[in-house]
């Protein structure tokens, strides 16, 4: 049975962040060995639908696929079969295939040495005459495999189907329940308990598990002996490619000096933690430093390494790579050195809020850490473990749990999201549950309850979670030795950076001149979603209190009112949703003020710099920021924010200026590269715009 690390060197944490080893995750999503019930219910099908018996005469492609039909036939007739004899010629290789019933022939006499007691097992074979023998012939060509003889006597009893499926030849431990198995024995679980732990996990009966107990005894002591032999080799291989990757680091800063990187070492002076970034990502943090994504999904069976990567958002809602570190294991030791380095490489910037999954042993380390950052726990990585959590112990309950946990999600008031929270619990029997313990304990860094009033850039949406998830499954190949993975890494960060959004005409929907002017200040990504919130403010009804205040109430809902305070010497608006502190896009109750007092405009202080077009990022080197012309480049950023601007009013002014710019740039390009070259360079760089 091979490992899953066969397959590939990456997979998904299964640690469960409630500390208890016995607890594991199962991501929802993820392609997995399917399940017991899901195999019986395959089987099933297969054993009601019309099975036609092998006839001589039979054509099939392949001695495997008549290997596989006569092998489902037999179990659906309540026995199975073995490979008996083949032959070979020099012209055909393999041309004669012989497959009978597994009680085919007799086992043969064994001498028994004397002075010596050895156990007399019985043999399962008695001589049965059950066969299918095939012969290969080239037709036009094409190797074909005829049925030559068959039978289907049998001179022994056939079994019924919950009988048949525990024969040799049906029972097989998948790779999920493998992992899960050697989980449990190096916990020091005795093998009868394990088969226990297992049925009672996949919620069957007991003697249901599609192998037995002596399956499983067996394969522990195989992968005993696998591990020790194997050992010293994968310690070998990881040495070596830890060294070859900390050589591609200095090779990569001795090429480029933006390239930044560190690594420690442990006692015996190997490479235990390193970690590195692109100049170009330093020059994204710079301008989008206000949240970071910190991944650490994904952990290497090769060499036992947490992989760790840090990203952003641009102002187009485009993911941005920061770096990425490699980590020897998950202490709170490990994850202070990765945070600590990843704050020096963006040159002692930590960023407001921080994003993770959640993980007891990161939480403690960003406390230490990053004491002044938010740190918010991703719901999209709660919601993907809720059914490892819950699915068993609620069984069919467990959809409508799952249901009111995501309404709980979206409750905006603290004091109402504690009331429901309980109600559920009750309701659902879970107070006694590790796992809600832990959710209530931490719902201060996951309800949008608690953290609506931090700016998260929306980054906390399913379509950024799955842009991550895109990049990361991008970066993983089977087989693939450190080295590659680092200029994988390379490669995918490289091309995300100059993954560059276009400025396209995005159309207007409501006339109102507040759309108008924004959709010439934000980028096509941040207007999209002022312009649906604009929509939506024209369905909400305004009451002035006697403090001057709002109530904004949805035409056709007698719940959800919100808040809107208006201070009209300042300027200043806001609402009790907090979606602006939240993603810095006005929300529809605040804008449906601001259109009631004649606004035709939004204040500029609601056009966060993080969402404009000229935040775009451009290509630098921070070096020579400080040169003399830099004027004349801001001169030039200036015309060109300027030129986007007023190309982006209307589609006729945008395809103009794109045709007339693509022919002058082509145009000048061409007199510029026909120039002598100057001995003095000069400095072309583009400095970041605030």
């Excluded at 991703?378 to 799952?402: D, H, M, R, T």
């Excluded at 810095?584 to 405009?601: D, P, S, W």
Aim: net charge negative; with cysteine; glycine share 4%.
């Amino acid at each position: 049975m091979n490992s899953a690390a066969s397959k590939s060197i990456w997979y998904r944490r299964q640690q469960c962040p409630c500390g208890d080893w016995k607890c594991y995750i199962t991501h929802e999503g993820d392609v997995e060995e399917p399940s017991t019930a899901s195999q019986l219910a395959k089987y099933n099908t297969i054993s009601t639908e019309a099975m036609v018996a092998p006839y001589v005469g039979m054509v099939f492609k392949s001695d495997a696929d008549a290997f596989e039909y006569y092998g489902n036939f037999a179990r659906k007739n309540g026995f199975s079969i073995r490979k008996e004899r083949s032959r070979l010629s020099p012209q055909l290789g393999v041309y004669k295939r012989d497959f009978v019933c597994y009680r085919s022939g007799f086992a043969p006499a064994r001498k028994k040495p004397t002075g010596e007691h050895h156990r007399d097992r019985k043999s399962v074979r008695c001589g049965c005459d059950a066969k299918m023998y095939l012969s290969k012939e080239v037709v036009d060509g094409v190797s074909q495999w005829f049925v030559v003889q068959f039978s289907n006597v049998h001179n022994h009893e056939l079994l019924e189907d919950d009988q048949v499926r525990l024969l040799p030849a049906y029972r097989k431990i998948h790779e999920v329940d493998q992992e899960r198995i050697l989980l449990l024995s190096k916990a020091g679980f005795p093998t009868h308990r394990i088969v226990k732990v297992l049925e009672m996990e996949k919620g069957i009966q007991g003697g249901q598990l599609p192998f037995l107990e002596r399956d499983v005894r067996n394969f522990i002591q195989n992968r005993k002996r696998v591990v020790q032999e194997n050992d010293a080799l994968l310690s070998e291989k990881r040495e070596n490619d830890t060294t070859e990757l900390l050589e591609s680091c200095k090779a990569t800063k001795e090429a480029d000096e933006n390239f930044v990187y560190d690594f420690t070492v442990d006692e015996s002076d190997k490479v235990e933690n390193i970690a590195w970034s692109y100049g170009e990502s330093v020059h994204a943090y710079n301008v989008f430093s206000d949240v970071v994504y910190f991944d650490t999904t994904y952990r290497s069976i090769t060499y036992g390494m947490l992989f760790g990567a840090w990203f952003g958002i641009d102002n187009h809602g485009k993911t941005i790579f920061f770096g990425c570190v490699l980590l020897q294991d998950e202490t709170h030791r490990s994850f202070a050195w990765a945070l600590q380095t990843f704050v020096q490489f963006m040159k002692g910037r930590p960023p407001q809020a921080i994003i993770t999954d959640l993980d007891p042993g990161l939480r403690d380390a960003i406390g230490s850490e990053l004491p002044t950052t938010k740190h918010v726990i991703s719901v999209w990585n709660i919601l993907a473990k809720l059914s490892s959590w819950f699915s068993l112990p609620l069984g069919l309950q467990y959809v409508e749990f799952k249901s009111e946990f995501e309404a709980l999600y979206c409750l905006e008031v603290p004091d109402e999201f504690d009331l429901r929270w309980n109600e559920m619990v009750s309701r659902f029997g879970l107070s006694s549950d590790k796992h809600i313990t832990l959710l209530f304990s931490l719902r201060a860094s996951w309800a949008l309850a608690f953290i609506r009033g931090y700016f998260l850039a929306r980054m906390t949406t399913e379509l950024y979670a799955k842009s991550v998830d895109a990049f990361l499954k991008g970066i993983f190949n089977a087989q693939t030795c450190l080295r590659s993975f680092f200029e994988q890494v390379g490669v995918s960060s490289n091309f995300q950076s100059h993954e560059f959004e276009e400025m396209q005409y995005v159309h207007s929907k409501t006339c109102i001149p507040i759309e108008e002017h924004a959709r010439s200040t934000l980028t096509p990504f941040a207007f999209r979603a002022l312009q649906h919130e604009v929509v939506l403010a024209m369905q909400y009804a305004a009451s002035e209190m006697s403090t001057g205040s709002y109530l904004v109430r949805h035409f056709s809902k007698m719940e959800g009112e919100h808040l809107v305070i208006w201070i009209p010497e300042e300027e200043q608006i806001h609402c009790s949703c907090k979606e602006f502190e939240f993603s810095g896009i006005l929300c529809r109750h605040a804008l449906r003020i601001l259109v009631m007092k004649n606004y035709f405009q939004l204040p500029e202080k609601y056009f966060l710099s993080r969402w404009r077009r000229e935040s775009t990022l451009i290509p630098y080197d921070d070096r020579n920021t400080q040169n003399g012309d830099d004027e004349w480049f801001q001169e030039f950023h200036s015309l060109t924010a300027t030129l986007f601007t007023e190309s982006s009013m209307t589609k006729e002014r945008s395809d103009y200026v794109h045709k007339e710019l693509t022919k002058e740039i082509t145009r000048l390009l061409n007199e510029v590269r026909v120039m002598p070259p100057s001995e003095e360079v000069m400095d072309s760089t583009l400095s970041p715009t605030s």
